[in-house]
């Protein structure tokens, strides 16, 4: 399994980025695709999350209202699109895969993809 995400750059606050994540290996029909970010000196958080079945999405609390997760089928790509952005959403940011139900925590993910930079200037 292979997740390559794209997308990331310098942006002023209030701007907007879309973050790609193109996934092959397998089919991931019961698999959940998150997008993480990691600050420096912090904690890796999931930042938004969706299940590649039925849609149903999550979103922290932090993000929610400006960032939208989505998927295209055809194209076996996970998107993130992140309005409104703000200095503190400055973070590596990484997709990933479970098989299996949401979690929050970044160690029950199984595939990962390599991080994109997105920095937001104030």
């Known amino acids: 399994v292979q997740l390559q995400a794209s997308g990331g750059g310098l942006v002023q606050a209030g701007g907007s980025l879309r973050l790609s994540c193109a996934a092959s290996?397998?089919?991931?029909?019961?698999?959940?695709m998150g997008w993480f970010r990691q600050a420096p000196g912090k904690e890796r958080e999931l930042v938004a999350a969706?299940?590649?079945?039925?849609?149903?999405?999550y979103y922290a609390g932090s993000v929610k209202g400006r960032f939208t997760i989505s998927r295209d089928n055809a194209k076996n790509t996970v998107y993130l699109q992140m309005n409104s952005l703000k200095p503190e959403d400055t973070a590596v940011y990484y997709c990933?895969?479970?098989?299996?139900?949401?979690?929050?925590?970044?160690?029950?993910?199984?595939?990962w993809g390599q991080g994109t930079q997105v920095t937001v200037s104030s």
């Open positions: 290996g397998r089919t991931f029909s019961n698999y959940v």
């Open positions: 969706i299940n590649w079945s039925d849609y149903s999405t």
């Open positions: 990933a895969a479970r098989n299996g139900p949401y979690r929050v925590t970044d160690h029950e993910y199984d595939y």
